[in-house]
């Protein structure tokens, strides 16, 4: 059979024919697909809900002090409770946590160390729509927010907030602030519990370095939020139970012309032409206050000392509680006044402050703080005794170290079933020159210290009241008399009152009830 030229070009253009209306059907096809969707698009866009929450959330313009809102009450995020059932109420508070999915959001809010639950959710009535819960979803973390909402009682505790009978419904939303998108800490991150049976959850941690490079953001945690608010109760306490007692609240110097303590731990600073110190301790003006016929006095405030060592005892400035009175007859009076003083303390902070140290307790696991009234006294013998029984090689003279402490307050929680007591009748030679030595045993002294959970908190001593005796003493631990301090110097005898002292370190008195 023979082909002849013609045909064949007219078959090669059958099949180029087809290829290209191939190749333009399927371009067809793409572009009614495209068509189509975009259709699809423009008709959702036409037929999608107006914003009905239009009005009702957003970012709030710059506070500038305008006097808007002025008469808007708000209330705290610790008061909201059943009590407040289906009443509508304005909180202002950190978006702590947030998470929307479809029609609605649920978000953490968290005031101090409060948190409640919020949810936004897509209702007519209350005229809540779907952009106002992207928009809640969308806060960035740590976002001052104002919500507007209703309060109800939950089915079942909200076990994640501390306001766990009632969560919020949210009605307006504002954003006041904006935090940054990333931030460098997560505040659920800073306040996981040091232990967890959740091996996963230990494995998050926030390190030292990263807290205090960030110290904002670290102090938002309950613990830290709760832990300075027991800061504050311990010296609101200490100040109110004192002055009910009579005792008269002083300023003492913190720039002094000579080291108040007569060691060498203290900081030496440039005063205009000569040198200063920075005070040791008030005891020297307390001293004198009650040579002035103050009868009973005490202070708080700033206390130095240049202790070069890397521990939570031995701190280069901390807040003192001192005090200091006169007895009549014995210093156990003393003694009497500042068992009683810690004990109403104790049980204050314990009625007082139970939120806190619960908030502090969900970090740190805290033990109940046991004690006595009236509070266990020994004397420094019968704890030589315990500890030698105990195994510990220890001298009737020597000082205790901070592993002896440690094992004597495990040994008297053991025995006694307290975490506080007080040891008396320390060694003279390990107390300052101004302790009055025992009358019956001269190697024994007229001095005091207060433990907590096996740590030293505070120590105190009757003082020397004779001038003659108090100078021989202070020559005795190497004080020159140009170095004497001018209050020994009065002329006559001024110095002629009974007293006794104590000095604590009241964030070791914090840490040690906070354990």
Not at 19 to 31: F, L, P
Not at 171 to 195: F, N, T, Y
Not at 392 to 404: F, M, N
């Amino acid at each position: 059979m023979v082909v002849s030229e013609e045909q064949v070009a007219v078959e090669g253009d059958a099949a180029t024919s087809k290829k290209a209306a191939k190749k333009a059907a399927k371009a067809a096809e793409k572009e009614q697909k495209k068509a189509e969707h975009k259709a699809a698009q423009s008709q959702g866009q036409g037929e999608q809900e107006p914003d009905t929450s239009e009005g009702r959330y957003g970012n709030m313009p710059l506070i500038r002090s305008t006097g808007e809102n002025r008469d808007r009450v708000y209330t705290d995020v610790k008061d909201l409770g059943v009590k407040l059932d289906g009443q509508t109420v304005w909180v202002r508070a950190r978006l702590q946590t947030s998470r929307a999915k479809g029609k609605q959001c649920f978000a953490v809010l968290r005031q101090t160390s409060s948190t409640v639950q919020l949810l936004v959710s897509v209702n007519e009535e209350r005229a809540v729509s779907k952009q106002m819960v992207k928009f809640t979803g969308n806060i960035n973390k740590e976002s001052i927010v104002d919500v507007q909402a209703l309060v109800v009682k939950t089915a079942a505790p909200v076990e994640s907030c501390t306001v766990r009978d009632v969560e919020l419904v949210g009605v307006q939303v504002w954003c006041v602030s904006s935090a940054k998108a990333q931030l460098p800490l997560l505040i659920e991150d800073a306040a996981r519990p040091e232990k967890s049976d959740d091996p996963e959850a230990l494995k998050i941690r926030v390190n030292q370095d990263t807290r205090l490079d960030n110290r904002v953001l670290d102090l938002r945690t309950p613990a830290n939020q709760a832990i300075f608010r027991i800061e504050a109760g311990v010296c609101r306490l200490f100040r109110d139970i004192l002055t009910k007692k009579g005792f008269v609240e002083i300023h003492t110097p913190k720039i002094i012309s000579a080291a108040s303590e007569g060691g060498a731990n203290v900081f030496t600073v440039s005063y205009f032409k000569s040198s200063a110190y920075l005070a040791q301790s008030p005891q020297l003006y307390k001293q004198m206050a009650i040579a002035a016929d103050f009868d009973k006095v005490f202070t708080v405030g700033a206390v130095f000392r240049a202790e070069d060592s890397n521990t939570h005892r031995h701190l280069t400035e901390f807040v003192g509680l001192d005090l200091e009175m006169s007895f009549k007859h014995h210093y156990h009076e003393v003694l009497d006044t500042i068992g009683a003083t810690f004990t109403e303390m104790f049980i204050g902070l314990r009625d007082q402050f139970a939120f806190e140290i619960a908030a502090v307790g969900q970090q740190y696991r805290v033990e109940p703080f046991k004690f006595l009234d009236p509070p266990l006294r020994l004397e420094f013998p019968q704890a030589i005794q315990m500890l030698k029984e105990a195994g510990v090689t220890i001298g009737e003279e020597d000082d205790l170290s901070t592993p002896d402490e440690k094992l004597l307050g495990r040994l008297v929680r053991a025995k006694y079933d307290t975490d506080f007591y007080i040891l008396d009748k320390y060694p003279l030679a390990v107390r300052p020159f101004y302790t009055m030595p025992d009358p019956t045993d001269p190697k024994a002294s007229n001095s005091y210290d207060i433990f907590m959970r096996g740590e030293e908190i505070m120590s105190g001593a009757q003082r020397i009241h004779d001038p003659e005796f108090l100078t021989e003493r202070a020559l005795h631990h190497g004080i020159g008399e140009g170095k004497l301090p001018t209050n020994i110097k009065i002329p006559g005898k001024f110095y002629d009152i009974l007293c006794s002292m104590f000095g604590s370190m009241f964030r070791m008195c914090v840490s040690d009830c906070c354990n």
